[in-house]
């Protein structure tokens, strides 16, 4: 499309809902539900609300995965297929580790915001439990070396190299390539840099529970959640979470440092699940009859040196990049954390969080009351499948939003995987 062809203008983009499913822990309930089968669901729950099963009904869909079989390389585009979605609609796969979600959510406002589509959804699936499984690498080479071969000889002394333990798989390693490191081991490291101590955390992790039950409680989530496979609610909420109780858990990362702090408590487990928003310019929703619950008004990207820069000061750790990515975004706008009625930090670890706001206080942006952070719970008591946590907290963060029935902004940091964050703005007109 050349630049003559686009809008004059930049349009408002508008959210108008969400649909998930409930996250389960993983080799749970959806031990062997596929990434294309939970998105498909997230997705036909969608399109069933908003009756968008017509043709033309969507400009396109954009969604993605992180831990991805080599059968899911279209995976946007076969879930369509497989959805009530039109199949007409187009459709393309996004990745950026945790920050997916959100960055599918931006892709599709971009194009909105351009002309050059009225409406799309947005979106991401990820499971933990039918994780894909590579053939051992030196196997690959043997194989490859067959194929290759130009006569069936050559092909059986390639075959003839293959030992018993070529014969075990690759398995996904939770750990960056970069460091060999664990993302739970990174965060330990971020946590002593920045003295985030143990109570803290896990006044943390409890609240988030307390505070997601308390929403599934007051029928927050009857129409952002669809049941799947037996769940109607998140499956790692523990309604009756206390400090208390999470001062009993052993600590899992950071153990060979005295006085670890990090548990399977206060850190996100294993998580399968998948959930979608849907965007759209303001003709087109007022077109449907269908009120916005927000618009999505400024967003930011933003990466740190974890392997080389400044990780043992805190600077520079693992899923600090959101301490960066929120002041540009926010100079840029003009607005500072006072003017935000609500907070959602996705919550991989709650020293994570608990570092990321002491961050932004050290940058001089001021503290976050804790009665606007994650009012509704958020990733610690959800559960936190990688592609779809961004989508999730997109229509929980608008429709908070729209609750208020009053002009808010809302504020959206997620942390990801290599060293990158991803942030945004919501607001309610």
């Given at each position: 499309?050349?630049?003559?062809?686009?809008?004059?203008?930049?349009?408002?983009?508008?959210?108008?809902?969400?649909?998930?499913?409930?996250?389960?822990?993983?080799?749970?309930?959806?031990?062997?539900?596929?990434?294309?089968?939970?998105?498909?669901?997230?997705?036909?729950?969608?399109?069933?609300?908003?009756?968008?099963?017509?043709?033309?009904?969507?400009?396109?869909?954009?969604a993605g995965a992180v831990l991805k079989h080599s059968r899911d390389f279209n995976l946007a585009r076969e879930t369509v297929l497989g959805s009530t979605l039109h199949p007409r609609t187009p459709a393309y796969d996004i990745q950026q580790a945790c920050g997916t979600g959100l960055q599918a959510v931006i892709a599709a406002a971009n194009k909105i915001?351009?002309?050059?589509?009225?409406?799309?959804?947005?979106?991401?699936?990820?499971?933990?439990?039918?994780?894909?499984?590579?053939?051992?690498?030196?196997?690959?080479?043997?194989?490859?070396?067959?194929?290759?071969?130009?006569?069936?000889?050559?092909?059986?002394?390639?075959?003839?190299?293959?030992?018993?333990?070529?014969?075990?798989?690759?398995?996904?390693?939770?750990?960056?390539?970069?460091?060999?490191?664990?993302?739970?081991?990174?965060?330990?490291?971020?946590?002593?840099?920045?003295?985030?101590?143990?109570?803290?955390?896990?006044?943390?992790?409890?609240?988030?529970?307390?505070?997601?039950?308390?929403?599934?409680?007051?029928?927050?989530?009857?129409?952002?959640?669809?049941?799947?496979?037996?769940?109607?609610?998140?499956?790692?909420?523990?309604?009756?979470?206390?400090?208390?109780?999470?001062?009993?858990?052993?600590?899992?990362?950071?153990?060979?440092?005295?006085?670890?702090?990090?548990?399977?408590?206060?850190?996100?487990?294993?998580?399968?699940?998948?959930?979608?928003?849907?965007?759209?310019?303001?003709?087109?929703?007022?077109?449907?009859?269908?009120?916005?619950?927000?618009?999505?008004?400024?967003?930011?990207?933003?990466?740190?040196?974890?392997?080389?820069?400044?990780?043992?000061?805190?600077?520079?750790?693992?899923?600090?990049?959101?301490?960066?990515?929120?002041?540009?975004?926010?100079?840029?706008?003009?607005?500072?954390?006072?003017?935000?009625?609500?907070?959602?930090?996705?919550?991989?670890?709650?020293?994570?969080?608990?570092?990321?706001?002491?961050?932004?206080?050290?940058?001089?942006?001021?503290?976050?009351?804790?009665?606007?952070?994650?009012?509704?719970?958020?990733?610690?008591?959800?559960?936190?499948?990688?592609?779809?946590?961004?989508?999730?907290?997109?229509?929980?963060?608008?429709?908070?939003?729209?609750?208020?029935?009053?002009?808010?902004?809302?504020?959206?940091?997620?942390?990801?995987?290599?060293?990158?964050?991803?942030?945004?703005?919501?607001?309610?007109?």
């Open positions: 499309m050349s630049p003559q062809q686009l809008s004059p203008s930049v349009r408002r983009v508008a959210i108008v809902g969400g649909a998930r499913i409930p996250f389960a822990r993983s080799d749970g309930p959806y031990a062997t539900a596929s990434n294309q089968q939970m998105l498909t669901a997230a997705l036909d729950g969608l399109v069933e609300r908003y009756g968008l099963d017509g043709p033309g009904a969507v400009g396109e869909f954009v915001a351009l002309g050059q589509t009225d409406s799309a959804i947005a979106g991401g699936s990820d499971t933990a439990s039918d994780a894909p499984l590579g053939v051992n690498d030196s196997l690959r080479r043997v194989l490859l070396e067959a194929r290759r071969a130009k006569t069936l000889g050559g092909r059986m002394k390639a075959l003839a190299k293959v030992r018993p333990g070529h014969l075990v798989p690759d398995i996904p390693r939770n750990a960056e390539p970069r460091t060999g490191l664990s993302m739970g081991e990174h965060a330990a490291v971020t946590a002593r840099a920045w003295g985030i101590g143990r109570a803290a955390q896990d006044e943390l992790a409890a609240t988030s529970h307390q505070r997601l039950a308390a929403a599934y409680e007051r029928g927050f989530f009857q129409d952002l959640v669809v049941p799947f496979r037996g769940l109607a609610r998140d499956q790692n909420l523990r309604p009756g979470s206390t400090v208390d109780k999470l001062a009993a858990l052993k600590p899992v990362f950071g153990l060979d440092h005295p006085e670890p702090t990090m548990t399977a408590g206060n850190s996100t487990p294993l998580t399968d699940g998948a959930a979608t928003v849907l965007l759209a310019s303001e003709d087109w929703a007022r077109a449907r009859g269908l009120e916005p619950l927000a618009y999505l008004t400024a967003y930011e990207t933003a990466a740190v040196d974890f392997v080389g820069g400044d990780v043992a000061g805190g600077e520079d750790g693992l899923l600090m990049a959101p301490a960066y990515a929120v002041p540009r975004m926010l100079e840029r706008a003009g607005l500072g954390l006072d003017d935000f009625e609500l907070v959602e930090i996705h919550e991989a670890f709650a020293s994570q969080v608990l570092a990321t706001l002491a961050a932004w206080e050290k940058r001089g942006l001021g503290t976050v009351d804790r009665a606007r952070l994650n009012v509704a719970g958020s990733s610690l008591a959800t559960g936190h499948p990688f592609a779809a946590t961004g989508a999730r907290i997109v229509a929980t963060l608008a429709k908070l939003l729209a609750e208020r029935d009053a002009p808010a902004r809302g504020l959206i940091s997620i942390c990801a995987a290599g060293g990158q964050g991803v942030t945004a703005v919501l607001e309610r007109a």
